[in-house]
């Protein structure tokens, strides 16, 4: 499931914003151990194998249930107790860069090459701007799903920022293979509003603006860069309306999510979609305790 734009995951909070919070750190009070997912014609089946040391996350694994010779994973790497950086299976890495208790870089990369680089910019103690860097000549030929924009967004979030880029990545006409995407975020107490993408493409001037509701219960993926207040949302998005721009063409759609939660935690998530109701996905969550 983790297939939204380059360095990404997210997910649950105890203690409300503090200035004591370190970014980076990720200790939730419930750890994921397996996530599975159903739809209308596929069975349940197993999608994320999480392992931990103690407090640490230190690996994610992701069967492939056609093949297994394809199955992926993720090995976490850890400068004290700030994640440092994230080794993925394909030979990619993540890697993050602080300031102080502020993420101000990330960039995934291979071997010499810089496939995304990350700008983060704060205000007020908050992600306001995100400036993604990508070279496309390079970038179309690496897993989607380790993208790090699914450690900055909740992953139904980044799922909509990433099917942008995977349009982006399969056109051959671009002729710029460096490309500068901008990303704006408006908040409401401890999470995103608003979240506005934008970016120069061949066809012209190009925005995605993106609205979010959320329920009160505490999401499990918010949690790999702060401490207390775990990643960008602190509770689990309801609702995300969608509205891309492109020259003069609006395209707006959404997508519902209703969670089932224990211990205020999520444990079943249904998703479905505003272009055909008849398409749902189930994802199921289990931790440790």
């Known amino acids: 499931m983790r297939k939204i734009s380059v360095i990404v995951l997210t997910l649950i909070m105890i203690i409300s914003f503090s200035s004591c919070e370190k970014e980076g750190i990720y200790n939730p009070k419930r750890k994921i151990s397996k996530i599975y997912v159903?739809?209308?014609t596929i069975e349940k089946y197993l999608v994320e194998e999480w392992s931990w040391d103690d407090n640490k996350l230190v690996k994610i694994e992701f069967p492939n249930r056609v093949n297994p010779e394809d199955d992926s994973y993720q090995l976490f790497e850890y400068d004290g107790n700030l994640i440092s950086t994230?080794?993925?299976?394909?030979?990619?890495?993540i890697i993050f860069t602080y300031s102080g208790k502020e993420l101000t870089n990330v960039k995934y990369t291979f071997g010499d090459e810089i496939l995304e680089d990350y700008e983060i910019i704060h205000s007020k103690?908050?992600?306001s701007k995100i400036i993604i860097t990508r070279n496309y000549d390079y970038l179309r030929n690496y897993d989607i799903k380790f993208s790090p924009l699914y450690f900055l967004f909740p992953r139904h979030i980044a799922d909509v920022m990433q099917n942008k880029r995977m349009e982006d990545s399969s056109l051959k006409s671009i002729s710029e293979f460096s490309k500068v995407t901008t990303i704006t975020l408006t908040w409401d107490g401890n999470n995103p509003q608003k979240i506005t993408e934008e970016s120069m493409e061949y066809f012209g001037q190009y925005f995605l603006y993106l609205e979010f509701n959320y329920d009160k219960n505490y999401s499990p993926f918010s949690g790999f860069f702060l401490d207390e207040f775990y990643g960008l949302s602190k509770n689990n998005c309801t609702y995300i309306k969608s509205t891309n721009s492109a020259n003069e063409n609006v395209f707006e759609t959404y997508?519902?999510?209703t969670f089932t939660s224990g211990s205020k935690f999520p444990i079943e998530?249904?998703?479905?979609?505003?272009?055909?109701?008849?398409?749902?996905?189930?994802?199921?969550?289990?931790?440790?305790?």
């Open 38 to 40: 159903e739809a209308k």
């Open 86 to 93: 994230v080794t993925n299976s394909d030979g990619t890495k």
């Open 125 to 127: 103690n908050k992600i």
């Open 255 to 257: 997508n519902e999510y």
């Open 269 to 289: 998530c249904y998703q479905h979609y505003s272009m055909n109701n008849s398409i749902y996905i189930r994802t199921f969550y289990e931790y440790l305790d």
